[in-house]
């Protein structure tokens, strides 16, 4: 079904989503379009977590914001219905995560803000049509995600490190990815850092944090782009009293073409 | 002086480098003005080139091509006189080295066609600009230059390997690097490698065959660049019975504005 899903329309693999059937990752998935990180908050933290996205933009690239208590927002897809739309979601309490959950509807409430961030699954396809394969889509897994010690600015209640997903190149194929990512601001754009897993604060490259690992063949250097993670580790930090994301690698699929979102 | 030199017009810094005075790189001289490295080559081996020049774009960006026997080149500055306008001029015999001179009064042939390649310094202004530290104008040495294993396209009579400039710089400044030369694809572009020098068939980074070593940091990888000496790699290969080029890192500084030149 996955090959299937990459040539459906978003509304289409958004439906089939909803029957809760799709388990993995919506790497490549409704080829083209725009795919988003999700973080739900109270509206009284709302307006802390707006200022740090707007500080922290590689790593939190906000496309849409909600209406208190309202699941949609149409303006990244008529019918996108986010307490359904997305495979898998993870609940947290204080900061702590108690639970994975397929929908929503026990854990929706009326002032709860939903927050839409760009995810680096966006550029994986201007990455393959650039003539660069992408290892976690070879694979067939979901991309390696890493804690880091790069501190996010602060932004009232909110604080703490980027989470960061990793791909390797060769130093040419890495070089032509930075090209090619810088065109997409709203999906993380240009990676943050390559080579020395270490200067990141990551200790093993064989053990992501979030995701499955990927081989990383010789002659190739791992590239780190900012994570839409990044908030999922934020919580932990700040610890809001409820919260909800999407799962890592588990996006909402956007009626947004990619193409539409880049710079130049 | 060459401080000077900097913040005088290219026409200025010509009418001194006439005098023969100037004896260093050209490097951070007429800021913000388009550099050319130099292949003088017969008349009757210059297709031969202008072709490879079109086959390898990267290492020999084409910016003037003159009338043979004709030492100016009025589109790239309206007084240059190629035969005295660069601070040294290397002279081969069947492809070897034969002399060093600074101006070519005595070599000037009626059959000579010179042609202009854009040069990495263009970027560097450029690579400041944005904020980045270039090391080999921070050590006010010549930029470190390496014979590598990369095979140019052959063309006609011409063959050879690419000649490669370094700098180094972090990751995240390596990042920004290959986004700002991105934009001077007339000035080698983006790199066409970094890390690794043994990749690239480099096997001592502190011995450049060319320029000067710099100092690379604890944290900094090595970032390399296609560079304007090419040409005299490819002429000590192909061997044409008589060739000028510039001193590696004494370039001919035009009348043209980098920007000009830079693409978006």
């Not at 809760?20 to 790497?27: D, Q, R, V």
């Not at 709302?46 to 208190?68: H, M, R, W």
């Not at 580790?233 to 409820?242: G, T």
Request: hydrophobic share 40%.
């Amino acid at each position: 079904m996955t090959n299937g899903l990459a040539s459906l329309s978003p509304a289409d693999v958004r439906a089939f989503i909803r029957t809760n059937e799709h388990k993995g990752s919506t790497s490549g998935l409704a080829k083209g379009y725009l795919q988003a990180n999700l973080l739900i908050l109270p509206a009284d933290w709302a307006a802390d977590f707006l200022l740090f996205c707007q500080k922290n933009p590689v790593a939190c690239p906000l496309i849409g914001v909600s209406e208190p208590g309202n699941p949609y927002i149409p303006e990244l897809g008529y019918d996108i219905d986010v307490s359904r739309d997305v495979p898998e979601y993870h609940v947290f309490h204080d900061g702590e995560f108690s639970e994975a959950v397929n929908d929503l509807g026990q854990h929706w409430r009326d002032d709860l803000v939903i927050f839409a961030l760009g995810c680096s699954f966006s550029f994986e396809d201007a990455l393959m049509q650039a003539g660069l394969k992408v290892r976690n889509i070879e694979q067939k897994t979901n991309v390696s995600m890493y804690d880091t010690n790069i501190a996010c600015l602060p932004a009232g209640k909110f604080s703490g490190n980027m989470v960061v997903s990793m791909r390797p190149f060769t130093p040419k194929d890495a070089i032509r990815a930075i090209q090619v990512t810088s065109r997409f601001p709203k999906a993380h754009g240009a990676p943050v850092h390559f080579g020395s897993p270490e200067t990141i604060g990551i200790k093993d490259i064989t053990q992501p944090n979030y995701g499955e690992a990927v081989d990383i063949y010789d002659g190739e250097v791992p590239v780190f782009w900012a994570c839409g993670v990044t908030p999922q580790n934020v919580v932990r930090h700040s610890k809001p009293p409820f919260c909800i994301t999407h799962s890592p690698g588990k996006m909402l699929i956007t009626d947004l073409l990619n193409n539409a979102h880049a710079v130049l």
